[in-house]
C-alpha cells in the first residue's frame, strides 16, 4: 500500500496518479486523488515512477517522482507538494516558410533527466488548439 496525504496546491480532486513499472517486474498501476487531494493504492513490491498529474485545465505542473522504492509493509512518499507552474506558450506552424499552416491537434510532450538519472522522463503533455497553439505548463521536477 502506499499513500499520499499530503498534497498540496491540487485545486481540486481527482488528479490522476499513475505509478509506472520499473524493470523489476513490478506491476504498473494507476488511481485518482480524492476530495482531500490524497490517495492510496495497493502495489507488489517493488520500484516504481510515480507521477501526480493535475486535473486537465488546472494550469498546475505535474509532480514526478523516480525510481521509489515500495516495500511489503505500507509506504508513504514524501510530502506531494504541487510547485508553481512555470507556462510555456507556443504555436506549431508547418510549411515552407513563405506558407505556413497551423498545426492542430499536435501532442507536445516534455522531458526531463533526473538529477544524477540516464533516462528522460515525462514531465508534461498538452496537445495544440485549432490556431496550433499550446500552453504546457511545468515545473523544475523533483525527480
Known amino acids: ?10 485545486p481540486s480532486s481527482r488528479a490522476y496518479v ?3 513499472q ?10 485518482r486523488t480524492d476530495a482531500q487531494g490524497t490517495f492510496r493504492l495497493a502495489l507488489d513490491p517493488g520500484r516504481y515512477d510515480v507521477a501526480v498529474k493535475p486535473p486537465e485545465g488546472s494550469r498546475f505542473p505535474w509532480l514526478v517522482r ?6 511489503a509493509a505500507d509506504a508513504s512518499l514524501d510530502a506531494c507538494v504541487i510547485p508553481p507552474p512555470v507556462p510555456l506558450t507556443t504555436t506549431l506552424l508547418v510549411g ?18 533526473p538529477d544524477g ?19 504546457l ?4 521536477p523533483t525527480l
Not at 520499473?22 to 488511481?31: E, L, N, P
Request: charged share 25%.
Open 1 to 10: 500500500m502506499i499513500r499520499c496525504d499530503d498534497i498540496d496546491a491540487i
Open 18 to 20: 499513475p505509478l509506472g
Open 22 to 31: 520499473r524493470s523489476d517486474g513490478a506491476r504498473a498501476a494507476h488511481t
Open 66 to 71: 523516480v525510481a521509489r522504492e515500495i516495500g
Open 96 to 113: 515552407d516558410g513563405n506558407l505556413n499552416v497551423p498545426l492542430a491537434n499536435a501532442v507536445v510532450r516534455a522531458f526531463a533527466v
Open 117 to 135: 538519472g540516464r533516462a528522460w522522463v515525462e514531465i508534461g503533455r498538452r496537445i495544440t488548439n485549432r490556431a496550433g497553439k499550446l500552453e
Open 137 to 140: 505548463y511545468l515545473a523544475k
